[in-house]
């Protein structure tokens, strides 16, 4: 059982390059989240999903998509990447009042 | 919009002392969460916190919940180094809904020896 897992680990983009992220659970939640933690700061809630094929804007969405075609995987799309999207990303999923973390991709934009 | 704050910002205690972190909410938040996060590691859970006046322990650590004053506490006994690392609370979620986390900035603790 991995639970929540995350792809990459580490991305380094240039202004203007594209990226998905790949979050992948094996614990058949329903809800999964995309997080951004800034230095010094909390995360902050980027989009999530409350079941397949459903998405939803967070609190800070611009400058990113996802999609959740299949239940265990949520993808974090970055179209044109820009320096104020140097971050580090969580994943996380729940079930009932527990959510789940992955271990995080820390992506920077030069 | 749900605000969370959490104060201090910074803990630098002693070994063997006691000392609590705060956390204060803006409005009606249905859960509250806190978190330990180690330096470049993911969060890990430590309590939920669910109704008014709720209490939980854990080891060292114990939080509890009054939703009246919006406010809740991370009380720490008797600090021991390993309890050195990032703790953060949160506030969201609700029964049958996505969690939809609003995270305080957080509050590095540092215990010496």
């Known amino acids: 059982n991995a639970g929540v897992t995350q792809t990459p680990k580490f991305r380094v983009l240039k202004t203007g390059q594209s990226m998905t992220l790949l979050c992948a659970q094996d614990?058949?939640?329903?809800?999964m989240y995309w997080y951004r933690q800034d230095p010094g700061m909390g995360l902050r809630l980027i989009h999530y999903s409350v079941g397949e094929g459903t998405t939803a804007k967070g609190e800070v969405p611009d400058g990113y998509n996802v999609s959740r075609l299949k239940k265990q995987n949520f993808l974090l799309g970055l179209e044109s990447a820009a320096p104020s999207q140097t971050s580090v990303y969580f994943c996380a999923s729940s079930y009932e009042e527990i959510e789940f973390f992955g271990p995080g991709t820390r992506l920077t934009v030069l | 919009e749900l605000k969370v704050e959490q104060n201090p910002l910074f803990l630098s205690m002693q070994e063997g002392k006691n000392y609590t972190i705060y956390c204060n909410y803006s409005t009606t938040s249905d859960r509250l969460y806190w978190y330990r996060q180690d330096p470049g590691k993911s969060l890990e859970s430590l309590f939920v916190l669910l109704s008014n006046g709720a209490v939980k322990q854990e080891g060292r650590l114990m939080a509890s919940l009054d939703t009246k004053a919006r406010l809740s506490t991370l009380h720490i006994t008797a600090a021991v180094h390993d309890l050195s690392a990032t703790y953060f609370c949160a506030g969201g979620g609700g029964t049958g809904t996505a969690s939809k986390l609003t995270f305080g900035t957080g509050t590095r603790l540092q215990v010496t020896l």
């Open positions: 614990m058949n939640h329903e809800y």
